[in-house]
C-alpha cells in the first residue's frame, strides 16, 4: 500500500538549517508530482513546495521563496525539502503528499514531522 | 486565489445533512478544488477532488458540487465519526492554497 514517512523534523534556532525527508513506497516514485504542506500549531493547513515527477519544475508558496528547496531522488524514494535561513513563523507540522495525475491534487499524505524554530 | 470558508463551525445531530461552503476570490482554473478532513491528530485526508469527484473508498455520504468560484460539500446522514475539520483547497494555479477550515461538531 503507499506510504509515506517523514523524517528530520527538531529544535532548530532562528536562522539555522534543517532538512526533512519523506521515504515513499507502495507506487512508482518517479511518475508522481510530490507536494510538502505545512500545518501551524493549531492552525489551517498551508501549501509550501510543489515538484513535478520529472523534477524539472518546482512552485513554492511566495514566504518560503529563495529559502527552501524541495528536491527528490528517485533511487531512494525519497523527497526532501531544505530549509536554510529559519524563522520562527517556519514552526510547523510538515507533510509530504503525493499528487494525483494528471492535475497533481494531494491524494495519499504522510503523518507529518514538527519542527521548531526558537530560539 | 484566497478560499474562504463558511460556517466557521457547524453543530448538528446525526442522520441530518451538513453543508460547507467554500468561496474563492477568483475563478479556479478548470474547476480544481478538492476537499480534505482532517481528524485531531491525523494528516488530511482527500475526499473530493475536481470539485465534484469523490477519491477512493470515500462513502457516497459525501459529495462534492459547484463551480467557478462557489463550491460546497455536503455530508448527507451525518455519523459520529464525521467530527472532523474540512478544508477545501485550490489546485489549478500556484501558489496552491487553501481555506481556513470549517470545524464539524455533532450534537
Known amino acids: 500500500q503507499v506510504q509515506l514517512v517523514e523524517s528530520g523534523g527538531g529544535v532548530v534556532q532562528p536562522g539555522r538549517s534543517l532538512r526533512l525527508s519523506c521515504a515513499v513506497s507502495?507506487?512508482?516514485?518517479?511518475?508522481?508530482?510530490m507536494h510538502w504542506v505545512r500545518q501551524a500549531p493549531g492552525k489551517g493547513l498551508e501549501w509550501v513546495a510543489l515538484?513535478?515527477?520529472?523534477?524539472?519544475?518546482?512552485y513554492y508558496e511566495d514566504s518560503v521563496k529563495g529559502r527552501f528547496t524541495i528536491s527528490r531522488d528517485t533511487s531512494k524514494n525519497t523527497l526532501y525539502l531544505q530549509m536554510d535561513s529559519l524563522r520562527t513563523e517556519d514552526t510547523a507540522v510538515y507533510y509530504c503528499a503525493r499528487g494525483l495525475p494528471p492535475n497533481e491534487v494531494p491524494d495519499y499524505w504522510g503523518q507529518g514531522i514538527l519542527v521548531t524554530v526558537s530560539s | 486565489i484566497v478560499l474562504t470558508q463558511s460556517p466557521g463551525t457547524v453543530s448538528l445531530s446525526p442522520g441530518e445533512r451538513a453543508t460547507l461552503s467554500c468561496r474563492a476570490s477568483?475563478?479556479?482554473?478548470?474547476?480544481?478544488l478538492a476537499w480534505y478532513q482532517q481528524k485531531p491528530g491525523q494528516a488530511p485526508r482527500l475526499l473530493i477532488f475536481?470539485?465534484?469527484s469523490r477519491a477512493t473508498g470515500i462513502p457516497d455520504r459525501f459529495s462534492g458540487s459547484g463551480s467557478g468560484t462557489d463550491f460546497a460539500l455536503t455530508i448527507s446522514r451525518l455519523e459520529s465519526e464525521d467530527i472532523a475539520v474540512y478544508y477545501c483547497?485550490?489546485?489549478?494555479?500556484?501558489?496552491?492554497?487553501f481555506g481556513q477550515g470549517t470545524k464539524l461538531e455533532i450534537k
Open positions: 507502495g507506487f512508482t516514485f518517479s511518475s508522481y508530482a
Open positions: 477568483q475563478t479556479v482554473t478548470r474547476d480544481f
Open positions: 515538484m513535478w515527477h520529472d523534477g524539472n519544475n518546482k
Open positions: 483547497q485550490q489546485y489549478g494555479m500556484t501558489p496552491y492554497t
Open positions: 475536481g470539485a465534484t
